[in-house]
């Protein structure tokens, strides 16, 4: 679990294929101190297991199943990506809950930058919008942030100077592609409802359940 507190930015140092497995290279100044094989490792907001840590070089396998669900799939040498190692029992909880798990993969619209005002629009399939909400929390390429606007398919992001300073939101640009997780709470809020309306939750359904 993170927090979508992004830790720092590494370089992204190679990325190739072998077999049905990626292989993915991620220099790091900050989490590969005490980064650990086996450690969680949020990258671009997408949960990968650390493999190899090489003197500063983290090293995962990806699946391709995670590279063809994320937007892991237009990842460039050269790079910069958001890192995040995983929440620590007793840690600080800044941000919030976030599972690394991408919803969806979305596509930058359009950026305005006006008045030191940074806003990012973001299209993604219709079918997750009701996961989105005004002023709830989602979680974009990893960063914890706050939905400004909703519309049918797509969001708007309002970014702080901080923010752009830590992380790649500053080098993207229309027509990028971005990851997506929305808020956990907003996602089981939803799916109560969906089964409120299939006349799904019942006493006997929750004890079905285990409750």
Known sequence: MFTGLVKELGIVRGFSKSG????????????????????SVSVNGACLTLVQNKGGILIFDVMEETVRRTALSSIKSGERVNLE???RAGSPLGGHFVLGHVDCVGTVKN????????IIAIVFPQEFS???VEKGSVAIDGI????GEVGAGSLKVYII?????????AARRERDKVNIEFDIIGKYLARFRSLDKKGGVTEQFLKRVGF
Do not use: C, F, W
Request: net charge negative; charged share 15%.
């Open 85 to 87: 190692d995983s929440l």
């Open 130 to 132: 009701q996961l989105a």
């Open 144 to 147: 914890s942030l706050t939905v």
């Open 161 to 169: 100077p901080h923010t752009l300073k830590m992380t790649n939101l």
């Open 20 to 39: 049905s497995v990626y292989r993915l290279e991620v220099s790091s100044e900050t989490i590969s101190g005490n980064a650990t094989v086996g450690d």
């Open 111 to 118: 950026i305005e930058n006006t008045g030191g005002e940074y």
